[in-house]
Each structure stands twice: as structure tokens, then as C-alpha cells.
């Protein structure tokens, strides 16, 4: 039996991960598999219950399994908490105690949603684009870091730190992902400013050279921003850091229409995996039954590709969204003319009975 650790988080967080459960049991029941559901506390849920974003017994259980699915974090409440005990913490503590330095992005249009992008049909349709962003490094984990007085004022400073082998590490997942692809793929830095950038370019360079089938490019990260928008259909896999893949996969987001439709996975050396759409907790609309659960619900499917080894199941589920998209089933941040308006639990409703058909 293969456990799963599910961590629903703070705000519309519970909302999804119940419909992605529901969508989960279905195919379990369907392909035979034999699941152990855990349950645990992360964020400001955490935080309410155990007075930290992510608590020992949390740690415990996520090392114990075989892959984790998480809603989101944070919320307006937390905000002026200090730093150590806001739900982010919670999130990239996570990450940081499970090594899981592989985030792999898909942004891909479904085509009865190219009208739900804000760019023109014909600059996204047919989009299917792979961000592979190194997670446990740079800015967000380098030292020296801090807030302290300079002068007579307060300066803050952060660092952006990566290492040959994480960048080999990434450079690696990055190349492996373009080969069972389109083979393309483009590294995002700052060379032209950054020493950390300059590293990394020459690192993926050497790393390229181990997969000659692989066509290898190199973009600044201002140029890719300005590409994403102007012609996105030109990338394949884009490999970058921590920071420029959180900035760029937001972005790459809107291609395909919402926010509300992209999943992630996150894995360590060992196959290991956390897997979390890439939209945040959105407080504004928690409990209302109008999120969109459709990232989770990928999320769930790149679950069982992943860390399960489950082709069939992911397969599945992923032909269960499109299928639902045919029926024209809309959540809010989806819905245009003619289609029918749904809700959280009916899209997950719609999408269990659609897994079956
Ligand atoms: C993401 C989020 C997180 C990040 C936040 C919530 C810490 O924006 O997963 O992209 O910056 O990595
Ligand atoms: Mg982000």
C-alpha cells in the first residue's frame, strides 16, 4: 500500500483538496490501487493548531510518504506574524526538509479554454510549455540574510547562491524533460549581470553537453518575460532558478487562461514528491464555493505519474478535464459566454463521473 500525506493548508486549500480527493478515491476504486490517506497540518492552519507553519508531527509523517498533495497557504490574518511563523515558512520549510528541489510546471492550453486567455487564440493554442524551476536554492534560501542598521538606517539584504552541483542537478531534470518532449530547451538567467548567473550558464552548458539530442538555448530573464507574452509557443522547456521560475510560471499561467488551471510536482533526488497547484490560498473567495479545483485535481494526476508510477490513472484523470471542459463546465476564473457557471464541489462532482466514462 502506498501512502499519501494530504495537507490542505488555508483558505480555498480544504475546498480543492476535497474535490481532488473525491477525483482521487474514483480512480483508486477504477485502476485497483490500494492508498493510505494521511492527513496533516501546514501554514496558518498549523500555526491556529500547533503554533507552527509546519510542526514536528507534520515533518514526521511527510518523510514517511510516498508522496504529499498540498492546497495552499497563507492568508490575511498571518500577515503581521513574524517571519519564522507565517504560512510561507510552512511551505518552503517543506521544501527545504524534503530536498525537493525539482519543480516541475506544465503550462498547457486546453483548447476549449483558448478564449479564456487574454492573448489572441492564435498565439496559444496548441501551448504546451514545461518550467522546470530549481526550488531549495537562490535568493530564497541564500545567507547572509536579514533586515539590520547601516548608518543610522535599516537595509535589507538577501543572497543569491547556487552551487555546480545543484545547478547541474536541475540542469539535469531540465534536459531529461526536453528529451521525452520536444527536445528544446531554454535556460532563463541574468548572465549579463549576475556572477550566481554567469555559473549557471556555463554549468548548463557542460551539463548540455551529455545530451547532444537536445537543442539547448540560453535567454535573460527580461527577454523570456517579453517572449512568454509574445510568442510562448516557441518554448519547449524552460529550466531556471528559484526566482525567475516563481516570477515566469505565474506569468505562463495566464497563457493558458487561469491561474486556477495549473498543476506542480516537486521532487527530491529519491522520487519523492510533493504535488500543489500553483495558485495561491486566495482568501478573497475561501468557502464559497466558486474556486476552481481543476489545478489540484491535475496535481493529483501528476501524483500518480510521478511519484506512483500510476501512467494510467494520471491519464485518466487528465482526460477527464478536457472531457469536462466538453461538457461546457465552467468554474468563475473560466467561465465565458455560453458556457454553464459551476462551482467548486460540481466541478468535482462532474469530474468523478466523467473519470468512469
Ligand atoms: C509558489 C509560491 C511560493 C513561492 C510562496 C507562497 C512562498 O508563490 O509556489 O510559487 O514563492 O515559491
Ligand atoms: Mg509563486
Not at 532558478?241 to 488551471?261: H, K, P, Q, R, Y
Request: charged content about 25%; some cysteine.
Amino acid at each position: 500500500m502506498q501512502r499519501i500525506l494530504v495537507l490542505p493548508g488555508d483558505g480555498i486549500g480544504p475546498e480543492i483538496v476535497k474535490e481532488a480527493l473525491k477525483v482521487l478515491d474514483r480512480v483508486a476504486e477504477l485502476e485497483g490501487l490500494e492508498l493510505g490517506i494521511d492527513e496533516g497540518l501546514i501554514g496558518g492552519a498549523a500555526y491556529d493548531a500547533a503554533g507552527e507553519p509546519y510542526p514536528q508531527a507534520t515533518r514526521e509523517i511527510a518523510r514517511e510518504a510516498d508522496a504529499i498533495l498540498l492546497g495552499a497557504v497563507g492568508g490575511p490574518q498571518y500577515e503581521a506574524l513574524e517571519r519564522s511563523k507565517r504560512p510561507e515558512r510552512g511551505l518552503l520549510g517543506i521544501r527545504a526538509d524534503l530536498g525537493l528541489f525539482a519543480n516541475l510546471r506544465p503550462a498547457i492550453l486546453y483548447p476549449q479554454l483558448a478564449a479564456a486567455s487574454t492573448l489572441r487564440p492564435e498565439v496559444v493554442a496548441g501551448l504546451d510549455l514545461l518550467i522546470v524551476r530549481e526550488l531549495t536554492g537562490d535568493i530564497y534560501f541564500g545567507q547572509p540574510r536579514g533586515v539590520e542598521v547601516r548608518n543610522g538606517q535599516r537595509v535589507g539584504f538577501n543572497t543569491a547562491v547556487y552551487s555546480e552541483t545543484e545547478i547541474e542537478r536541475i540542469a539535469r531534470v531540465g534536459f531529461d524533460a526536453a528529451l521525452k518532449r520536444g527536445r528544446r530547451l531554454c535556460s532563463v538567467d541574468k548572465a549579463n549581470v549576475l556572477e550566481v548567473s554567469e555559473l549557471w550558464r556555463e554549468v548548463v552548458t557542460r551539463v548540455g553537453q551529455d545530451y547532444p539530442e537536445v537543442e539547448l538555448s540560453h535567454m535573460y530573464v527580461d527577454n523570456a518575460a517579453m517572449q512568454l507574452v509574445r510568442a510562448p509557443k516557441q518554448f519547449d522547456v524552460m529550466v531556471t532558478g528559484n526566482i525567475f521560475g516563481d516570477i515566469l510560471s505565474d506569468e505562463a499561467s495566464m497563457l493558458t487562461g487561469s491561474i486556477g488551471m495549473l498543476p506542480s510536482a516537486s521532487l527530491n533526488a529519491e522520487g519523492a514528491g510533493l504535488y500543489e497547484p500553483i495558485h495561491g490560498s486566495a482568501p478573497d473567495i475561501a468557502g464559497q464555493d466558486i474556486a476552481n479545483p481543476i489545478a489540484t485535481v491535475l496535481s493529483v494526476a501528476m501524483l500518480l505519474r510521478h511519484s506512483l508510477g500510476h501512467e494510467a490513472g494520471a491519464r485518466r484523470i487528465e482526460d477527464a478535464v478536457g472531457r469536462v471542459l466538453d461538457q461546457g463546465l465552467r468554474t468563475a476564473d473560466i467561465h465565458s459566454e455560453g458556457a454553464t457557471l459551476v462551482g467548486t464541489t460540481a466541478m468535482g462532482d462532474a469530474l468523478v463521473a466523467a473519470l468512469g466514462e
